[in-house]
Nanobody
C-alpha cells in the first residue's frame, strides 16, 4: 500500500508560479514512478507529468512542457511539481499518483489539491 498526500495548491494569478508537493509513504517498489495528473471541472482526468525513481526519466503533457518541472527527493519520499507561467486553463484539482513504473503509475492516488489560476 502507498499513501499520497498533496499540498501546495491555492489561488494565483495568470503568469504566477506555484509548487506542489506530494509526500509518499508505504511500499517503496510500488512508488518507483511518481506522477501528477489533473482534472478540471467537467473534464476527464489527464496526465501532467511523471518521473522515474532515479529521476533520470521524466515525461510531460504537451500542454505543460517548458512551464512545469517534475522532480523528486527520494530521501524525503516526496515528489514536486514546479509550475511556472500559469494560465487560467491550468485550473484543476491536481492529483499525485504512484506505481511501479512510468507505464503504470496510477496504482495509487492522493486526494488532490486545488489550483485556481485567475486571469
Amino acid at each position: 500500500q502507498v499513501q499520497l498526500v498533496e499540498s501546495g495548491g491555492g489561488l494565483v494569478q495568470a503568469g504566477d508560479s506555484l509548487r506542489l508537493s506530494c509526500a509518499a509513504s508505504g511500499r517503496t517498489s510500488s512508488m518507483n514512478a511518481l506522477g501528477w495528473f489533473r482534472q478540471a471541472p467537467g473534464e476527464e482526468r489527464e496526465f501532467v507529468a511523471g518521473i522515474s525513481r532515479s529521476g533520470v526519466s521524466t515525461n510531460y503533457a504537451d500542454s505543460v512542457k517548458g512551464r512545469f518541472t517534475i522532480s523528486r527527493d527520494n530521501a524525503k519520499n516526496t515528489v514536486y511539481l514546479q509550475m511556472n507561467s500559469l494560465k487560467p486553463e491550468d485550473t484543476a484539482v491536481y492529483y499525485c499518483a504512484a506505481g511501479p513504473n512510468l507505464a503504470r503509475m496510477t496504482d495509487y492516488w492522493g486526494k488532490g489539491t486545488l489550483v485556481t489560476v485567475s486571469s
